[in-house]
């Protein structure tokens, strides 16, 4: 059994197309793992939630997502974020709405705990450092969990009281020791590769695979400009940054 894992899409419908035709050429998944800010910042968001909800999936709420709907306030977010935010609301359809307001914040799967930011505070905590990443692995009861939110993939290993940061490699094979995984931005990496990043764990062989997947990047910068969002949004992505 294979699972699909996707962080941080934000409304990138060409980043998402992409990602999901990679994962048909490599056999398939039977469900998506989403961890949650389907939407802010892309010029697609009403299309990104159409097109994850075609697939069997599960899904925790972002930021984004919440932000979007008025389920969190935006006085965090910085000038383009909120400006970003505020347009995505306009283009949901009330179904869109239900939809994001029914994301619970956090899911479990088997071995794994899923959240979009961190188990602690599920929506807004950055797991970026060893410090945060060991005061989280006492939020979480199963042996790994799934995190998004940073956009930057990377690994926290428990070991005895400390606890070890790593890249997410190509192929991260589990031992005994607990994790804490993050797979990169679907629609907006931010770790200097601007190619649409994600993950895939097989289950049987108890394998994440992490990949990386060119997209028409100026595909979405076009999109972005003629909807008006914030240049800044629209060149960061030519970065990955
Ligand atoms: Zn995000």
């Not at 419908?13 to 050429?25: H, P, Q, T």
């Not at 939407?39 to 932000?67: E, F, K, M, T």
């Not at 383009?80 to 505020?86: I, L, Q, S």
């Not at 619970?104 to 188990?119: N, Q």
Request: proline share 6%.
């Amino acid at each position: 059994m294979r699972h699909a894992i996707l962080a941080d899409i934000h409304g990138n419908l060409a980043a998402f197309k992409a990602v999901l035709e990679d994962i048909e050429e490599k056999g398939g998944a039977k469900e998506l793992w989403c961890l949650g800010d389907i939407v802010g910042y892309g010029p697609d968001p009403s299309g990104c939630i159409a097109l994850l909800r075609q697939y069997p999936h599960l899904c925790v709420a972002g930021n984004h997502d919440w932000a979007a709907i008025g389920k969190v306030d935006i006085s965090d977010f910085n000038l383009d974020a909120a400006e970003a935010c505020r347009w995505t609301g306009r283009q949901l359809s009330p179904e869109d709405v239900k939809y994001l307001e029914s994301l619970p914040l956090t899911l479990t799967r088997g071995d794994f705990t899923i959240v979009h930011g961190s188990p602690r505070e599920p929506i807004w905590e950055y797991v970026l450092s060893t410090q945060s990443a060991r005061d989280n692995f006492r939020f979480f009861e199963t042996r790994y969990c799934l995190i998004g939110h940073s956009h930057v993939p990377m690994v926290f290993e428990h070991v005895g009281e400390t606890c070890l940061l790593g890249e997410l490699p190509a192929a991260l094979r589990f031992g005994g020791n607990r994790l804490i995984i993050n797979p990169g931005g679907v629609g907006q990496p931010r770790d200097g590769d601007p190619r649409a990043a994600y993950a895939i764990y097989d289950e049987r062989d108890k394998v994440i695979y992490h990949y990386r997947i060119p997209y028409d990047i100026e595909d979405t910068q076009q999109r972005m400009v003629r909807q008006g969002l914030p240049i800044f949004l629209v060149t960061r992505l030519s970065y990955g940054r």
